[in-house]
Each structure stands twice: as C-alpha cells, then as structure tokens.
C-alpha cells in the first residue's frame, strides 16, 4: 500500500503517544495539516508562532510527553523564540516546520531560508527529512534526543514534496517507541549511594535542593519519602517546584535568594544535595559566599558534562535524578535519622520571611501587589495551577503564593523571555481541564501574546489572568529609577486590557480599588469563558529588583 510523507509523520507521531499539536496554517504545511484533521489529532490553532512552541513546552513540561508544534516557513521564523525559551525550561518539544520543495532547492524558490541553521543554535538537535521514507527513523531520533540528559527542544525540517512524496510501505522500517528510548533508568553505583547517605548522616547543617530533572517522569513521590525519612530539609525551583509542597514540615519552600530570603541560609549549610540543579548565576556559580568552599557538595545530575562545573564536587553521581532517589530513600532507610536543630532555624526563617512578605499587604489604591496575591491566596484550592510571568508583580506572587502540587506552579526559566505565561497557562489548561488556572502577569508581559485570549476563547479554555497594570515596563522603570534616578522608555499607557479582552469574547473587568478585587475575581471564575481582570497596581520595586540595584551600586555583575 502507498502511504505519503504525511501519513508517515502522523504515523510515528501517533507511536508516541502525541495526541495534541499546537500550529498555524501554513502553505507548506497544508498536507500534514490535513491528514492531522483526518486522523482526529487534536489541532490548538493559535495567534503566533512564539505562543504556540510556548504552548508545547508547557505540555511537555506539565504532561511529561512529546509537546509537538508544526509551522510554515516565516511561521518558523516566528518560533525561534519560543525554542530559545524551551531549551532553558528544558522541556521536549518536537518542532516540526514545512519547507519549499528540495528538489527546487538553493534556486530561489518561495520562503527559502535556512530553517535547520536557524533551528541548529536553540534546540539539542535540529535535521531536514530529505526523503519520506527516513520520516520513522528521524523522528526517533529527534524525540530519543529531546528527552536523552537534560531534556529539551528539537527540530524537523520536512518539505513539502517529502510530505507528499508517495513510497510503498514495504520500503519503510517502522519504529516502537520501545524501540528507540531507553527503558531502564539510569541509577547511581552501590558505592556512590554508601557515600552520599555517609555523607548526609555526618552533616550537621544539610540541605537539599531539587530542580527540574527532580519532575521528570513518575518518580516524584520518592523524594517526599526520602525527605520524611532522612528528616532533611529541601528547596524546590523551576519544574520541580510542588513536588513536595511547600506545606510539607520538611519542605521549605522557594530556592531563590531574591525572592525567598531564608534560601541564603544555604551559605551556612555543611552539606549540599544537588538534585539537577545547575552550579549556575542562580546559585553564584556553586562558588563562595553563596556555597561554603568547605561544604560538601553531591551532585545527582542527568547530564555528566554538568557535573563538578564551576565547582569540584565531593560526590557527582550521573543518573537519573528520580531513580536515584529512591536508591538513597532505600539505603536512608536502614538507619535511624532525627530533626536537627538546623530545620528548626530554617523554619523560623520561613515563618519570618512569610510575615514580613504578608506586610506588604496594606489596602491602598492603586491596589499593592501583594493585597492582589494575598486575596487570590484566599480563593486558591489544592488543585489549582497557577503561571507566573515576569516582572516585579509577578515576582511578589512568586514569593508568596505556595507550591502545593507537582506541575502546578510555573514560571519563566532563566532567560527571563517575557510574555509566556498566557499560552503556558493555555496548556496547562488543556493538560489539566479539571483545574483552575491563574495567569499573573503584567501590563508589558500581557503585550507579547495577549492576543491567544482569542484562542482561549475560540478552544473553550477559560483561564483566569490577573493582569497587574502599573503602566510601565515596571522591573526595568524601577531599576533605572534605583541606579540612574530617570526613567528611559519604560512607562507605558494605562490601557484598557479589560475592553481587549471583551472585543476578543473574554470576561473582562476593570479593578481598581482593593473592595472590588474578591468580588470580581469571583465573577471571572463564574464566567466559564477565559477571563481578565485588569487590576490597577502601584509600582512597588521587588525584592529581585532591590537586589539588582543594590548589587550594581556595588559593582556587581549585569
């Protein structure tokens, strides 16, 4: 039988288990979109290129499966950005891109670009299909590739005449998924899992902090058992926030020195389980003052080109972070364990840091960041997820609110890409339908891709944003305010996103002072279509901008 490029696409998709694709239409994409439509894949059709890869990196980050997304050429151009973004959450996104005919290659032809160049930079691997029948093997090999380590984007260029190029299906080697993924997790040494329990037992001051390889696949329950048995204290950031709740005794909370005050209690900490998180800025490099240089460190990681970077480690063990600990939950186990008087002073650290946030809370008009958090916090329930963008409101509901369940609580990754967090909270609304979502961003953010509310609307996805308007570009207003007393192109119009959202077919309200917020959030919830409320906000300096400032006034780095 005859079978098509498309139908082999779909059909390799299909192997792994993809159900949902975030796209465009597109001239040369035209055939796989419709055989997609035929075969009954799910099609997000949305506003921009650079939401709809958010979109997928967000499903694969929340799902733990293949996010695909599928674009034309421009469209592809369009997507880069969203890849960049990808690559830093980390997350497996298959992009796929339509391309002129390659048999009209390098002469000119409509939209030639070099779309696997352009790809090659922000993805882990980036291939043009040159012939239908490869169309099984190189999608196994560009998912193997996105989840293999460190988990992250790839990219197919598959043109147009290989979407329709015809071959019979005896000259084509199908492929199980089975087939071309590893099984067995990959686990730590007997030796190694002796030594870092020897090493944990002997602390006095320990910490453990988990990042996004802690969240992959099934395996986070192991870590709330390791903690509960070994009675050690843990921070969680990026995907791994919510795999233990921040409610936990021995959970907490937020690793960031910014935001999260009692986190710097790390320099004090004797030993450092590392639990995929990278010795990078975020941490000063792994380096003094912010890691003790007579701390011992062990370093659980996915990908072996990161152990001991930046800093010598005492215990670098490559594997498979979830596995791993449940190889040192089993051995941690054969020995008694105690509270320490260490948790008892992280806790009172939390306990202090949680009160003087909570202040921030005071009801003013324009309505304070925090009075907005803290009245969401009122509303919140245990399945709700919430999406964080960038900005100094966004970051003051990042330091309060709590991450209670695992792929719940999302923000940017470290390249600080502003305007993801309305196509994550999309996704994640798709992924989880059965929760709430919150989308919390700001006027600046909201501008980048607030034009997916129409997808929303036209998906039937009713997310909630709560757009926090100070009419200004307000981290980068305050920080030019803090080193150089003016301001520089950062105000913005006091817009009415509220009026956007209803041309669009959203619920949208205008608050603007703090007895209107509860009542109207309420409202927005009840709507059952995607809502905005556009809540006017002081600009208040965040906490990471203070730093910000305060660092470069002593010389410190950008």
Known sequence: MALTGSHLLTRALREEGVNTIFTLAGDHILPLLDLLADEDFRLIDCRHEQAAVHMADAWGRITGQL??????????????PGLVNA??????????AGSADLRNAHRGIMQEIDQVG?????????WLVHDARRIPDMVATAVRTAFEGRRGPVHLTVPVDVQTQRVEESEVRFYEAASYRPQAPRVAAKEQVEEAIRLLRGAERPLIIASTPAAYGEWTAQLQEFIETTRLPLMTEEAARGIVSDEHPYCLGFFDLSLHQPANLIREADVVLFLGK???F??????????????????????GVQ???????????????????????????EHEWKDLPWLQRLRDARAA??????????????LRSMFVHQTLAASLRPDDVLVFDGGDYAYYGRAFLPACRPRSWHYLPNLGMLGAAVPVAIAAKLAKPGSRVFCITGDGSFGFNGMELDTAVRHGLDIVVLLGNDAAWGIDKNIQLGLYGKPVITDLAPTRYDIVAEGLGAHGELVERPGELAPALERALAAGKPALLNIRVQSQISMRAQGIVDSRKKGGAF
């Open 67 to 80: 996010g695909v997304c599928a674009f034309t050429t421009p469209g592809h151009a369009n997507a880069i």
């Open 278 to 280: 990278l010795l990078d």
């Open 118 to 126: 352009m790809a090659r930079p922000v993805t882990k691997g980036a």
């Open 282 to 303: 975020t941490i000063g490099f792994g380096l003094p003052p912010i890691v003790s240089g007579t701390a011992k460190v062990i370093q659980v990681e996915p990908s």
């Open 307 to 333: 152990v001991g970077r930046n800093r010598g480690v005492d215990l670098g063990i490559v594997g498979d972070v979830g596995p791993v600990v449940a190889q040192l939950c089993a051995k941690a186990a």
């Open 87 to 96: 690559l830093s959450s980390e997350s497996p996104v298959l992009n796929i």
């Open 353 to 366: 840091e949680r009160a003087r946030i909570a202040a921030f809370a005071a009801a003013e008009t324009p």
